[in-house]
Each structure stands twice: as C-alpha cells, then as structure tokens.
C-alpha cells in the first residue's frame, strides 16, 4: 500500500536538505572582526600605542611574515601614516600607530582568515589631537616595511623669548665748537676799562678838592 505524502512531511524534508547544505558553508565561512582600534566612528584624543583589527577567529600567516596582511592608516588629503609594518599575532593585525594634523581618518585593513580567504574593510575615525607633540608628518606614497620610516612630529610654534634690551652707550656729544672770538674785543674790552678807572680817578680828585677847606680848618 503506498504511503501518502503530506505537506508536512514534504516541509521537514526541505528542511533538512537545507540543514545539510548549510552546515559546511558554515565551516568555511570567513572571519570578521569583533573589536578594532580606534573603533568605527570613534574620535581619539590621544595617539594609542598601535592601530589593531581583532578577528572573530585565527589569521592565517602560513609563511610567518605577514604576507598578503596589510593595514594602512590615510588622512582626508590622502597621505599615509606609519611604517607599513604589519603585526599578525593570533586573530590581531597591528601596526605602530601614526597621525598628523587634527581631522578625519581612514583605516584599512587586509587579512588572511582562517579558512585561507583574504578579507579586508576599513575603519572611519576622527583625530583630535590634546597634544601637539603627537603629531607626525605623512607621506604621498605607501609605506614600505624595512624602508619608510615614521616621520617625526612636526614642529609646533613656540612664543618667542622676549629679546632684553641691550646696554648701549650714551654717545658723547661733539664738542662745542668754540665761539669765533672778534680781534676788536680785547681793544674794546681794555678802552673800556682805561675809561672807567679815568672816571673813577676824576671823581676821587673832585671828591678830594671839595674836601680841601676842611681840612685846613682840622675836620
């Protein structure tokens, strides 16, 4: 006697084909990411001691020196920040961490997961800088690792040290010509004098020939 199919049993049947399907694609089925450093979105103040990508299962560095990893830091301008160093360590990509002036970052990152496929993204974060001093210059090109190396911060404007005065010295004045002196002046000077002690000699004569009959009579 044949055995009726039911809508039921032709469900449970679709089901399980469907199960069986998918358990292997499951197996193979590429890491991602479960944290980074900086986050999406986030806004740093201060430099972190190395930019990071954690994934959600073991990269895969098979020749050991990070081949086919990458992870490259670039600003709005498109100029590039780091060594180009990439670190694999267990399911963590990272690199030193570089920034330059305040403003809107990009972090893109490549990796190998753990069922051999490469997978990459990228990481949107801004930088807002509360030191200065953690500022370091980009580059036009891609930094190659073993041959770029991190620019140095760049120079931040310092006040100037007020300049103190210095000790000058009062100059001397030119010495006072001396005035030109008429050769007339020492016959006007002496006439003048030979006038005045004739006058004063008339005066005593006067005064004494007046005084004269006075003294004839003993006053």
């Known amino acids: 006697m044949r055995k009726k199919i039911t809508t039921g049993m032709l469900t449970a049947g679709i089901v399980g084909v469907l199960l069986t399907i998918a358990a292997p694609l499951t197996a193979v089925a590429h890491d991602f990411v479960v944290s980074s450093t900086p986050q999406e979105g986030e806004t740093l103040t201060a430099l972190p001691e190395e930019f990071s990508i954690t994934a959600s299962g073991e990269l895969l560095d098979l020749a050991g020196d990070g081949s086919g990893f990458g992870i490259l830091v670039t600003d709005a301008a498109g100029l590039y920040y780091g060594d180009g160093c ?16 305040a403003g809107d970052y990009r972090l893109t990152w490549q990796v190998i997961s753990s069922d051999g496929h490469p997978t990459s993204g ?10 200065e001093s953690q500022v370091s210059g980009g580059s036009d090109t891609v930094p190659v690792c073993g041959e770029t190396v991190i620019a140095p911060p760049l120079p931040t404007e310092t006040a100037q040290p007020t300049a103190e005065p210095e000790d000058t010295a009062t100059p001397i004045s030119a010495p006072i010509a001396e005035e030109e002196t008429n050769p007339a002046a020492p016959w006007i000077i002496g006439s003048g004098v030979i006038a005045m002690l004739a006058g004063i000699s008339g005066m005593v004569w006067l005064w004494r020939t007046k005084q004269g009959p006075f003294r004839n009579r003993g006053l």
């Open 86 to 101: 990439p670190v694999v360590d267990g399911a963590t990509l990272s690199t030193t961490a570089a920034l330059g002036e």
């Open 122 to 131: 990228e990481v949107n974060f801004s930088w807002a800088p509360s030191d």
